[in-house]
């Protein structure tokens, strides 16, 4: 088999004798064309008036066979067979057909016919060619087989598997329905920057980047959720916002550092209306996004017909974990975490403890919920921007949805005492100066904000990894460009 290198230089030399007999391989023109999907469904029509058709693709099949030349061409929409025949388009034509191969964009005119076989086909009169390979594809889908180069080259997966692009193109219904029922529901879309002064709404390591014209260090931003809050203050009541966001963190089968979130905040409403809407709208994009309530993650079927299960937080972690949140220490939670040899990646001796319960909880609990479920009441510690209980102290208005051992999403009534969120982000500090860099920071301007006055509120949001779950991948699988590492480190 001919090395990489070698049929390069055949194709090299198959684009210089293109160039001397007078033809661009580069055009900037196409001309008129139908879709290959339209094509084939108006075959029979188009076949007995015998109308002469133009078709634009890519070769993806090559059978010389004599004078004969069968191919495959395919477009967005579809394939279909092309046949050209010295005979019908002469000599000096059909020599120039020599300098095409699989990978060569074309322009082909010609009329439909029926083989013997039933394999609908165009009959070539004439061709243009719209760009010249010069690197031959992969063997089909085995030679793409290995995923760090799927990810890689992903336009050559999205070439060569044909279910690659069906997720992606599922992708887009998926955020397309998550803004259709928002905005049925009454809510506003709005943007709000992604350079940030001060990084905030999230436990996350943020990026740094310089700022040229302001001579200053900005974040991107690791949440969406404190300008939005801002508009609430700004007398806007239902706002959503679809964006990117960026966090310096590990990455995972569940977690990427650059991916799309989702988050809406609904001023006048509480923690049970939230409950109401949040099921509303995940029945509404899985029903759009997979045709059902039902669908399998890792070997487990799951279904969102029913109601969902609420989990008491406290209750679970007393369950699994052993200890009553109530007046465990945090010796007793650094004691357990050693007992059960739990990786932390940092000190333990310097974990807070909302960080400590957090670890315990992901590790021992979260696992044991299968069924689409609330996980309700979380501590204070683990919830930073989240509005008291006034009924149970020590705990918060919080609500999680969790499948699968995973968490889709996170939800609470919004803190809006700006005394108390003042103290939250105090602690927070503290943590961070003890090490904690995942810890929030104090955001002045946001406190300002809610010194204005800001109506109590719901909020909640969800990001790309529900898409994912949805469709039992990981999350880098179905990010259309996920990060990789240089090919030199």
Request: proline content about 4%.
């Amino acid at each position: 088999m001919a090395k990489l290198e070698e049929l390069k230089q055949i194709k090299q030399k198959k684009l210089v004798a293109l160039k001397k007999a007078g033809i661009d391989p580069y055009p900037d023109t196409v001309g008129n064309f139908i879709a290959i999907k339209d094509l084939l469904t108006d075959f029979k029509c188009l076949t007995q008036k015998q109308k002469k058709v133009f078709l634009v693709g890519r070769i993806m099949l090559w059978r010389p066979q004599g004078g004969l030349i069968f191919g495959q061409l395919r477009d967005q929409s579809g394939q279909i067979q092309f046949f050209v025949s010295k005979k019908d388009i002469g000599e000096k034509e059909f020599a120039l057909w020599q300098n095409l191969e699989i990978g060569d964009f074309l322009r082909l005119g010609g009329k439909l016919f029926l083989t013997k076989r039933g394999e609908r086909t165009v009959n070539v009169s004439d061709f243009k060619i719209l760009s010249k390979a010069l690197t031959p594809l992969p063997e089909k889908w085995a030679g793409l087989q290995d995923m760090e180069k799927r990810l890689r080259q992903r336009y050559l997966d999205l070439l060569l598997n044909q279910k690659a692009g069906e997720i992606f193109k599922r992708k887009t219904l998926f955020w397309q329905s998550a803004r259709e029922f928002l905005t049925k529901q009454g809510f506003l879309e709005v943007e709000t920057p992604i350079l940030e002064m001060v990084p905030g709404g999230a436990e996350a390591e943020p990026f740094l980047t310089h700022y040229n014209a302001l001579g200053q260090d900005l974040y991107l931003r690791i949440s969406l959720e404190l300008p939005l809050k801002k508009l609430l203050v700004g007398g806007l009541e239902k706002v959503f916002e679809i964006g990117r966001v960026f966090r310096n963190e590990g990455m995972d089968a569940e977690h990427l550092q650059d991916y799309t979130s989702l988050e809406f905040y609904w001023a006048y409403h509480n923690l049970a209306d939230l409950q109401k809407i949040v099921q509303e709208f995940f029945r509404f994009i899985i029903k759009k996004t997979v045709g059902r309530l039902q669908h399998q993650y890792q070997g487990q079927k799951i279904s969102w017909a029913k109601n969902f299960a609420q989990i008491d937080y406290f209750a679970l972690f007393q369950k699994n974990v052993g200890l009553d949140l109530s007046n465990a220490s945090d010796a007793d939670l650094r004691a357990k975490i050693k007992l059960l040899k739990l990786k932390t990646g940092l000190d333990i001796n310097k974990l807070g403890r909302g960080r400590m319960i957090d670890l315990l909880y992901k590790k021992i609990c979260r696992p044991k919920i299968i069924q689409p479920s609330f996980l309700l009441g979380h501590p204070v510690e683990v919830s930073p921007l989240a509005k008291r209980d006034p009924q149970k102290p020590g705990r918060v208005l919080r609500l999680q949805p969790v499948a699968g051992g995973v968490e889709l999403g996170n939800g609470f009534a919004e803190l809006n005492d700006p005394l108390e969120q003042r103290q939250r982000f105090e602690q927070q500090m503290k943590l961070r100066q003890a090490g904690d860099k995942e810890a929030q920071i104090l955001d002045d301007d946001f406190l300002t904000a809610l010194e204005y006055g800001m109506p109590p509120a719901a909020g909640f949001g969800f990001s790309e990894r529900l898409f994912a779950f949805l469709l039992d991948k990981s999350v880098r699988e179905t990010t259309i460009f996920p990060a990789v590492k240089n090919k030199e480190h």
